[in-house]
């Protein structure tokens, strides 16, 4: 059964940093690329970063380029979102996904539970 | 940038009626664009993958169609369980979800 936890969540102050992890079980982690997508509350779906299996290409939404690096150990099977300079704006649950690709194309098939992240003074 | 515009935000139904939700997509994106359902309190939920085809798991009242810029989700016999929020999703880009109100 595919599993990935999320932790590291909490409530931080503004220009305070936090480091995310998401813990994968029954798949190889290795061979899928990942992705973190945020969820503010009440409010909709945002895609944040990607990075690819072997960790060679990554990707940042403009909202948190610059101050937010994502990473991954596949010795550890874990995927990491290194989030500093955080902003009110920041405030939201953050989920990691895992990414299949077909012959042609990408879906995000399984998604975690979630780890909430509040900055606020 | 390709923009996901759902229609409509808001749907109250009731059990056993037939749901439709569209997905427009600002370009086209051949096949491109899954759906998910997302309960309160819950992550979401893959339940269309490539437009049409049904994720393992999913039952069978839910369906898929479409391609280009133009794609719907069908609930058929709606249930009280799928009282939920259905997102389309293409990419790096989310529609801006359709909740569904069971009365």
């Known amino acids: 059964e595919v599993q990935l936890v999320e932790s590291g969540g909490g409530l931080v102050q503004p220009g305070g940093s936090l480091r995310l992890s998401c813990a994968a079980s029954g798949f190889i982690f290795s061979s899928y690329n990942m992705n973190w997508v945020r969820q503010t509350p009440g409010k909709g779906l945002e895609w944040v970063s990607y990075?690819?299996?072997?960790?060679?290409?990554?990707y940042y939404a403009d909202s948190v380029k610059g101050r937010f690096t994502i990473s991954r150990d596949n010795a550890k099977n874990s995927l990491y979102l290194q989030m500093n300079s955080l902003t009110a704006e920041d405030t939201a649950v953050y989920y990691c996904?895992?990414?299949?690709?077909?012959?042609?194309?990408?879906?995000?098939?399984?998604w975690g539970q979630g780890t909430l992240v509040t900055v606020s003074s | 940038e390709i923009v996901l515009t759902q229609s409509p935000d808001f749907q109250s139904v009731t059990p056993k009626e037939k749901v439709t939700i569209t997905c427009r997509a600002s370009q086209s994106i051949g096949s491109n664009l899954h759906w998910y359902q997302q309960k309160p309190d819950q992550s979401p939920k893959l339940l269309i993958k490539y437009a049409s085809q049904s994720f393992s798991g999913v039952p069978s009242r839910f369906s898929g169609s479409g391609s280009g810029t133009d794609f719907t989700l069908t609930i058929n016999s709606l249930e009280a369980e799928d009282a939920a929020t259905y997102y389309c999703?293409?990419?790096?880009?989310f529609g801006q979800g359709t909740k569904l109100e069971i009365k």
């Open positions: 999703h293409q990419k790096y880009t």
């Open positions: 990075i690819s299996s072997s960790s060679s290409t990554i």
């Open positions: 996904a895992r990414e299949y690709c077909s012959s042609t194309s990408c879906v995000d098939d399984y």
